[in-house]
């Protein structure tokens, strides 16, 4: 089991930028960022492994997910930037030990922090 610690939340107006952090106690792991806003189902941003990212395609022009070069510390981020108010939602990062067919499915992750919550004025 990793454990999963999400930082960086808060709030800003539209057209701003945020950076959330997700620090997490193992490696080798697919990591994942999801949201959730009231009232919707839970859906994917971004995930990353040792490879390559990969997004939502909502997500592909204003969403950054990166980890420290080599990896150097055990963290995930995800910049956000041109904000709107349809971004505010808990994000959660997520973890799954080794690869996933479909790394942005909700269902391939068992580890799960405890989410961070963004929110995003007009």
């Known amino acids: 089991q990793v454990q999963l610690v999400e930082s960086g939340g808060g709030s800003v107006q539209a057209g701003g930028s945020m950076r959330l952090s997700c620090a997490y106690t193992?490696?080798?792991?697919?990591m994942g960022w999801f949201r959730q806003a009231p009232g919707k189902e839970r859906e994917a941003v971004a995930s990353?492994?040792?490879?390559?990212?990969?997004?939502a395609d909502y997500a592909k022009d204003r969403f950054t997910i990166s980890k420290p070069k080599d990896n150097a510390e055990n963290i995930v981020y995800l910049e956000m930037n041109s904000l709107k108010p349809e971004d505010s939602a808990m994000y959660y990062c997520?973890?799954?030990?080794?690869?996933?067919?479909?790394?942005?499915?909700?269902?391939?992750?068992?580890?799960w922090g405890q989410g961070t919550q963004v929110t995003v004025s007009s």
């Open positions: 997520a973890a799954r030990h080794g690869v996933a067919p479909d790394p942005l499915a909700e269902d391939n992750y068992n580890n």
């Open positions: 990353i492994d040792s490879i390559e990212p990969t997004y």
């Open positions: 193992a490696r080798r792991y697919l």
